[in-house]
C-alpha cells in the first residue's frame, strides 16, 4: 500500500484567513464614507499605485499623498492612518487552528500575503502573528507579490520544504491556482469548518478530532 506523503508545512494567506483584509474596497468605501472623500476619484488614484505600494515601493506616507492628500483635507494623516489600521479584525478560530496544528504536528508556518509594508508591520505585531508564523513572504518585504508564481517559489526555498509536502490557505481562487499549478496542495478557504476538514482529508487533525465536511 502506498504511504501518504506527510505534510510538513503549511503556507497562508493573512487577509481573509487569518484576519480581515487589511485594506479593500469595504474599506477604503467606509473611508469615504467617515472622511467624507469622492470613492470613484479615491478608488482611481489608489488603483494607479496599490501594486507599487504593496510591493513595497512605496511608504504609507508616499500612499497616503497620493490617493488622499493631494490636495488639502480638514483631517489629519495620523487620523486617517488610524482609521486604516482599525478595518483590522482577527478570525480567533483560524489562528488556534493553525496554532494547534503548528504543535500537534510539528509543521514549519509561512504567510504568502500581498500587504503593504506598515500595515502588514501593524497586524503581525498587533495580533501577535509572529509567535505563531515561522517567515513572512509578504509582498512588502520581497518585492513581488500573488499571483507572480515566483512568490510561492521563494516561500518554499525558505521553507525548505518540497511542495508536495505543504498546504496553502487562500481565500482567493487564482491565487489558489497558481499555487496548485508549482505542486502545491491548496484550500479554497471560506470558513473554518470547511477548512478544517479538509485538513483532516490531508492528514492534519485538528485538537478538536476528526471534523466531517458539512452535508
Given at each position: 500500500m502506498k504511504r501518504a506523503i506527510p505534510i510538513k508545512a503549511l503556507f497562508l494567506?493573512?487577509?481573509?484567513?487569518?484576519?480581515?483584509?487589511?485594506?479593500?474596497?469595504?474599506?477604503?468605501?467606509?473611508?469615504?464614507?467617515?472622511?467624507q472623500l469622492e470613492l470613484a476619484e479615491m478608488e482611481a488614484r489608489h488603483h494607479l499605485v496599490f501594486e507599487t505600494y504593496e510591493e513595497g515601493k512605496l511608504t504609507l506616507e508616499e500612499y497616503l499623498g497620493r490617493v488622499v492628500f493631494y490636495q488639502k483635507r480638514s483631517f489629519t494623516r495620523a487620523q486617517f492612518r488610524r482609521f486604516m489600521f482599525a478595518q483590522s479584525q482577527p478570525y480567533p478560530e483560524m489562528i488556534e487552528l493553525v496554532a494547534q496544528l503548528k504543535v500537534r504536528h510539528g509543521l514549519k508556518i509561512a504567510v504568502v500575503s500581498n500587504e503593504a509594508r506598515e500595515l502588514n508591520e501593524y497586524r503581525i505585531r498587533k495580533f501577535k502573528l509572529d509567535g505563531l508564523v515561522d517567515s513572512f513572504i509578504s509582498s512588502c518585504f520581497v518585492h513581488v507579490r500573488k499571483p507572480d508564481a515566483d512568490i510561492f517559489r521563494l516561500a518554499l526555498d525558505i521553507a525548505q520544504v518540497p511542495a508536495r509536502q505543504v498546504v496553502y490557505i487562500e481565500n482567493t481562487p487564482m491565487f489558489v491556482e497558481v499555487a496548485s499549478d508549482l505542486g502545491i496542495r491548496s484550500i479554497l478557504h471560506t470558513d473554518h469548518r470547511s477548512?478544517?476538514?479538509?485538513?483532516?482529508?490531508?492528514?492534519?487533525?485538528?485538537?478538536e478530532g476528526v471534523i466531517h465536511e458539512p452535508s
Open positions: 494567506d493573512i487577509g481573509g484567513v487569518l484576519l480581515t483584509d487589511g485594506w479593500d474596497h469595504q474599506a477604503r468605501q467606509q473611508a469615504a464614507t467617515n472622511f477548512t478544517s476538514a479538509k485538513l483532516v482529508s490531508f492528514g492534519l487533525q485538528n485538537d
